[in-house]
């Protein structure tokens, strides 16, 4: 059970019924204070471009982070050579950082929508808090890469990764 920045865990079949039901959550923070993930797989009801601060923008997809602040915005890249100030998760992947630049490239196609995923809010756990919903079977801890957050479709990716936990 080794939770680290870039782990990604799926929900199990003891949160069947509630808002994490066939979940999968990138873990982009884990330390003594607690543990901050993002959901990757549930898409948000509107895109990007029909919210109206960025109305002129692109359509980008964006994802139903998690329950916590869902009135902010927050971004996943793994552009690091275009995108200034990101915190590294794992792997070449990167959290937030320069959101107008960030913007600016995926309306002039420098950076694809692949190479990016937009969070309306996120999850939250107490320390020691995931570490115990994880021993009491609710989620499972997969050996997925962090880049599998960037995955062209976001369909079926619980099934995936669930399949894999059962091998």
Known sequence: MNIQAGSIIISTVLLNDTSFE???IVITEHNENGTIGYVFNQPFPRSFNELEEF??????P???GGPVQTDMLYF??????????GDLVAADVYMNGDFKKAVQLLNNGSLSIH????FIGY????AKELEAEI???SWHVTDA???AVFAASVNGVWNKLADAVQH
């Open 22 to 24: 066939h979940v999968a």
């Open 135 to 137: 021993e009491e079977g």
């Open 145 to 147: 890469p962090v880049t």
């Open 123 to 126: 999850c939250g756990w107490d």
């Open 55 to 60: 109305k002129h923008s692109i359509p980008v």
């Open 62 to 64: 964006l994802y139903a």
């Open 115 to 118: 190479e990016v995923r937009l």
């Open 76 to 85: 996943m890249h793994c552009r690091p050579d275009l995108i200034a100030g």
